[in-house]
């Protein structure tokens, strides 16, 4: 009987950190293989049959030795150990971002598939003009270009675009990476699009938080709400009621605030041309459209 051989491939200057795909399904067949990568290096550890592949001649790198039955057995159980524990912290690094647990308040996180986050500031390194910043999702990221242009260079102008919902904490955990470096003479503040799976009073208890988050990091800005745009996407009305179920929710939490409101949601649901053929985004028509109320408002903010 020919003992098994041992093959390791490695990148010398990789990190040696191994994971591993299929290792019980393929050691059972006594083929074995595990990856990782580290700093975009890659590192491998394989266990072979003595018959090698011709594709592992193009590996530069190749040290072959021979070991008996019980060190090959013995070296096996090991590496599968190994593997198996590694599985199991992978998994609960995996949940825990979504665990059920709330944290200071906040309702149970549910995610998206996809969360991203934009962050833009014009002008950086300079503070010789007043600081705006449009807050918001991806109908900011829109019309923030027309936005900075209509104001003409009167303002340092900046946003911050998210998938990432109110009630969600890692929300606000974003934002201050903005809000506590930078100190902004108007902030346009909305929140709406996304984390449908939370519940009306959740998203509406989210909102009243970020309105006193601002207050509170931010407190000589001066804050405008801009409510949700429409949502027109074809087979899911409930969509679009969510949005307006929300919009009239925020105007409760805003009731005796001093907080301006910029409805987008009225002229934008009343020109259906204005929308690219996803129903929720905008085309070149409706940023501008978007643009100008917003800077309108904005301009009259920083002349007083």
Same mark, same amino acid.
């Given at each position: 009987?020919?003992?098994?051989?041992?093959?390791?491939?490695?990148?010398?200057?990789?990190?040696?950190?191994?994971?591993?795909?299929?290792?019980?399904?393929?050691?059972?067949?006594?083929?074995?293989?595990?990856?990782?990568? #580290?700093?975009? /290096?890659?590192?491998?550890?394989?266990?072979?049959?003595?018959?090698?592949?011709?594709?592992?001649?193009?590996?530069?790198?190749?040290?072959?030795?021979?070991?008996?039955?019980?060190?090959?057995?013995?070296?096996? &159980?090991?590496?599968?150990?190994?593997?198996?524990?590694?599985?199991?912290?992978?998994?609960?690094?995996?949940?825990? +971002?979504?665990?059920?647990?709330?944290?200071?308040?906040? +309702?149970?996180?549910?995610? %998206?598939?996809?969360?991203?986050?934009?962050?833009?500031? $014009?002008?950086?390194? /300079?503070?010789?003009?007043?600081?705006?910043?449009?807050?918001?999702?991806?109908?900011?990221?829109?019309?923030?270009?027309?936005? %900075?242009?209509?104001?003409?260079?009167?303002?340092?102008?900046?946003?911050?675009?998210?998938?990432?919902?109110?009630?969600?904490?890692?929300?606000?955990?974003?934002?201050?990476?903005?809000? /506590?470096?930078?100190?902004? =003479?108007?902030? *346009?503040?909305?929140?709406? &699009?996304?984390?449908?799976?939370?519940?009306?009073? =959740?998203?509406?208890?989210?909102?009243? @938080?970020?309105?006193?988050?601002?207050?509170?990091?931010?407190?000589?800005?001066?804050?405008?709400?801009?409510?949700?745009?429409?949502?027109?996407? %074809?087979?899911?009305?409930?969509?679009?009621?969510?949005?307006?179920? @929300?919009?009239?929710?925020?105007?409760?939490?805003?009731?005796?605030?001093?907080?301006? $409101?910029?409805?987008?949601? $009225?002229?934008?649901? #009343?020109?259906?041309?204005?929308?690219?053929?996803?129903? *929720?985004?905008?085309?070149?028509?409706? @940023?501008?459209?978007?643009?100008?109320?917003?800077?309108?408002?904005?301009?009259?903010?920083?002349?007083?």
């Amino acid at each position: 009987m020919k003992r098994p051989f041992l093959g390791v491939f490695v990148c010398l200057d990789s990190g040696f950190v191994f994971g591993y795909d299929g290792f019980v399904k393929r050691f059972l067949r006594l083929m074995c293989s595990g990856w990782c990568r #580290e700093r975009e /290096k890659v590192a491998w550890l394989s266990l072979l049959p003595p018959k090698i592949s011709p594709g592992c001649a193009c590996l530069e790198r190749i040290f072959l030795m021979r070991l008996s039955f019980s060190s090959f057995v013995t070296l096996a &159980l090991f590496v599968c150990l190994l593997a198996v524990g590694m599985s199991s912290t992978s998994l609960q690094a995996q949940q825990q +971002p979504n665990a059920g647990a709330s944290e200071d308040g906040f +309702p149970p996180v549910r995610r %998206e598939r996809i969360e991203w986050t934009r962050i833009w500031l $014009t002008n950086a390194d /300079k503070n010789d003009k007043p600081r705006v910043l449009l807050v918001g999702d991806s109908i900011v990221a829109g019309h923030f270009n027309a936005v %900075e242009k209509l104001l003409g260079g009167r303002a340092n102008c900046g946003h911050l675009a998210t998938a990432s919902c109110v009630c969600d904490p890692a929300f606000f955990d974003v934002l201050d990476s903005v809000l /506590k470096h930078y100190r902004f =003479e108007v902030i *346009v503040f909305n929140n709406g &699009l996304h984390g449908f799976d939370y519940s009306l009073d =959740e998203y509406a208890a989210g909102m009243k @938080r970020l309105v006193a988050h601002l207050k509170q990091v931010q407190p000589e800005a001066k804050l405008v709400w801009r409510n949700s745009t429409p949502m027109r996407v %074809e087979g899911k009305p409930e969509q679009n009621q969510t949005v307006i179920e @929300r919009n009239a929710a925020v105007e409760k939490v805003l009731a005796g605030e001093s907080i301006p $409101t910029i409805d987008l949601y $009225t002229p934008m649901s #009343e020109h259906p041309e204005y929308f690219n053929k996803d129903g *929720v985004h905008y085309g070149g028509q409706g @940023r501008e459209e978007q643009a100008k109320m917003i800077a309108e408002t904005v301009q009259g903010l920083l002349g007083q």
